[in-house]
């Protein structure tokens, strides 16, 4: 991946996040709506793939464009597996 500038202050910032509401105060800050709704539209695309969901069920729950389900896709398939690393981590947890 291509080095992002300042992202390394983003990475120590979110893991110096302790709770949930921690979380909700930081992304409520940095995101705007559209754009925590867009990424967390992607967390559950990933998830439903990664369930073996097809695309038309996925459309159906998360409203997601097609294009943005074949990227999540991509990223599942031959991405750096941040996704599967996330996902597999709650539902450990769960």
């Known amino acids: ?3 992002i500038e300042n ?3 983003l990475y120590k ?4 996040l302790e709770t949930k509401k921690e979380c909700e105060k930081f992304f409520e800050d940095l995101f705007t709506v559209t754009e925590l709704i867009e990424i967390s539209q992607r967390l559950e695309v990933a ?3 990664r369930k073996q969901c097809v695309y038309s069920d996925i ?10 389900i074949s990227r999540v896709n991509r990223c599942l398939n031959y ?3 941040g996704y599967r690393i ?8 769960e």
Not at 13 to 16: E, F, N, P
Not at 59 to 68: E, M, P, Y
Not at 86 to 93: F, G, Q, T, V
Request: cysteine-free.
């Open 86 to 93: 996330a996902l597999e981590r709650i539902e450990e947890d």
């Open 1 to 3: 991946m291509k080095k």
């Open 59 to 68: 459309v159906s729950k998360t409203g997601a464009s097609t294009a943005t």
């Open 13 to 16: 910032a979110v893991l110096a």
């Open 79 to 81: 991405g750096a597996d």
């Open 47 to 49: 998830k439903m793939l």
């Open 7 to 9: 992202a390394e202050l």
